[in-house]
């Protein structure tokens, strides 16, 4: 892993759930039997589920489908009733931006469900791409017959215990609802949920010794003839893989592995990136800004993985380099421990805030981390540093969103950024990512507006040249992110959710 990297937000967003700078994923699962849409729901149990009926219909010999959120566009299918893929996404959607892929969500939603749910732990990938329209039918439904069912996962790349052991998982985990299925549960009312197994909130192998001591109330497995494909499911290889995986131990390792090979099919045209580890040492929030002398300000955040140290009363310190490359005669900048860490499931993280006037500028920093019990570390991000632009800097403070609608019904978002003065660093551009609803899909399209920025300010601070751009943005997607781009260099990835409502 090398700073910066496009898998940066999916990180945090995976293992930053509670605490100081927490994203929260989790909150839509925890407890695992919670809904926030009340009874009769689960959203851990379609989180699962959505990510299966999203994957199932790969193609493992053309290579086509996959997790590629497609399903997005096939809702309205027979195989795809009920509300579990629209609350997903629904849920999700708060955390879909230019750099997250609703796909990688769909991931991304399976590792915390499991987890909520005292599942094993499975490692993420990031790098799926969403489909831009519906791919192939071919979602198994209850009332298919065995040889299809087989066929479906075979067309998949998954053999006949692979099928037996994924839905055993999968069915781990809530139920069948009355309101979608009443032939099965025979109850058509809008709580209806007739479980899986007796553990329905646990992610445990009750679904698999419900059913091998013959007291499974499975409507899959009890429910009418011709609607109960887990019965064929499991009884496929005569109850041989029921009965492999039905202690604790083998369930949890089997799932473990079943469900990672699930949620990394991919279409053949996607490369998943390496597992996201927790990174140990990640700047975050990093901005460089003007202090109110106009000396050039570097501020940001180290955010420090601690779980796996002894010894997390720390000492970290930047050391830069200017704009120049040079090493400055003071280039240690201090840092504040912030009194409050940020966790998940998997991690804890220390963050350690600094501002530091740059009057020559930054190009590249290292980080140090010193124990109070002793010793040094240092970061320098594989080699080279962690590299900063100070060419082109989005100023916050002068830039503003307001919510009053202008003649076209929208809102007006204004960018201010200071660009260094130099003749080869011309006609700085402002790109918007415009979000577009889709009629009928939770998820709406993503594309970047750019537009030219133009010369506000030639003297406000020493060496810049602020300009400004204007943007009419759709209310719509008054949430989004936006970057100010000279040339190569660019202040990229501001949200826009953080802007003041008032320009100054
Ligand atoms: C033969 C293959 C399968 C069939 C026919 C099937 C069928 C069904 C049906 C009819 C429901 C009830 C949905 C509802 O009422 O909301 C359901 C629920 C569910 N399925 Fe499957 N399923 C299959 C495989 C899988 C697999 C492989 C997984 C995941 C690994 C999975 C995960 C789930 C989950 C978590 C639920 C509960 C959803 C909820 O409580 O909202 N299923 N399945």
Redesign the pocket.
């Known amino acids: 892993y090398t700073w910066p990297s496009n898998i940066d937000y999916l990180e945090g967003v995976m293992y930053q759930q509670a605490g100081y700078r927490r994203f929260g994923v989790i909150d839509g699962v925890t407890p695992c039997s919670f809904s926030s849409e009340g009874e009769g729901?689960?959203a851990?149990?379609?989180?699962?589920?959505t990510?299966?009926?999203d994957m199932?219909t790969h193609n493992a010999a053309d290579g086509t489908g996959g997790m590629d959120a497609s399903i997005m566009f096939e809702m309205d299918r027979p195989e795809n009733?009920?509300?579990?893929f629209n609350s997903t996404m629904n849920f999700m959607i708060n955390f879909y931006n230019i750099q997250t892929s609703m796909a990688d969500l769909f991931a991304l939603a399976v590792y915390a469900a499991v987890r909520a749910c005292g599942g094993p732990r499975l490692s993420m990938r990031g790098g799926r791409v969403d489909a831009t329209g519906p791919g192939v039918a071919g979602?198994?439904?209850?009332t298919?017959d065995l040889e299809t069912?087989v066929a479906?996962?075979a067309t998949a790349g998954f053999n006949t215990t692979e099928?037996i052991q994924?839905?055993a998982?999968?069915?781990?985990?809530?139920?069948?609802?009355?309101?979608?299925?009443p032939d099965?549960t025979g109850d058509n009312s809008s709580t209806n949920?007739v479980?899986?197994d007796s553990t329905?909130s646990s992610f445990d192998s009750a679904i698999v010794t419900d059913y091998l001591g013959g007291a499974t109330g499975n409507p899959?497995v009890v429910g009418p003839e011709g609607?109960n494909?887990?019965l064929?499911?499991f009884t496929a290889d005569g109850n041989a893989t029921m009965r492999s995986i039905s202690d604790a131990l083998s369930f949890s390792n089997t799932c473990q592995a079943?469900?990672q090979r699930?949620i990394d099919v991919v279409p053949s045209s996607v490369t998943l990136s390496a597992i996201i580890d927790s990174i140990p040492i990640k700047p975050v929030a990093i901005q460089l800004t003007f202090d109110s002398s106009g000396t050039l300000a570097f501020t940001g955040e180290i955010r420090v993985l601690i779980s796996d140290r002894d010894d997390t009363e720390l000492t970290v310190q930047l050391h830069y380099a200017d704009h120049d490359g040079d090493i400055p005669s003071n280039n240690t900048i201090s840092t504040a421990e912030i009194h409050s860490t940020g966790y998940g499931y998997d991690a804890e993280f220390k963050f350690y805030a600094f501002s530091a006037a740059v009057p020559n500028g930054i190009s590249s920093f290292n980080i140090s981390v010193a124990p109070s019990s002793g010793g040094e570390e240092t970061y320098d991000n594989g080699g080279s540093g962690y590299p900063i632009q100070d060419n082109i800097i989005f100023l916050s403070s002068h830039s503003c969103l307001v919510q009053e609608t202008d003649a076209n019904g929208n809102w007006n978002l204004t960018a201010v950024a200071a660009v260094r003065n130099d003749e080869s660093l011309t006609n700085p551009s402002f790109d918007v990512v415009v979000k577009t609803p889709r009629i009928g899909i939770p998820v709406p399209s993503l594309a970047v507006e750019s537009s030219a920025m133009e010369v506000w300010n030639t003297d406000a601070y020493k060496g810049f040249t602020l300009y400004t751009g204007h943007f009419s943005l759709p209310i719509y997607s008054w949430s989004t992110t936006f970057d100010v781009t000279v040339g190569e260099y660019s202040d990229s990835f501001k949200f826009s959710t953080a802007l003041s409502g008032t320009c100054s």
């Open positions: 729901k689960q851990a149990a379609e989180w699962v589920r990510a299966f009926h199932i009733p009920g509300s579990a979602v198994p439904e209850p298919d069912i479906q996962f099928m994924m839905v998982c999968g069915h781990s985990l809530g139920g069948v609802h009355g309101i979608d299925f099965i949920f479980h899986f329905f899959l609607s494909s887990d064929l499911v079943i469900l699930m």
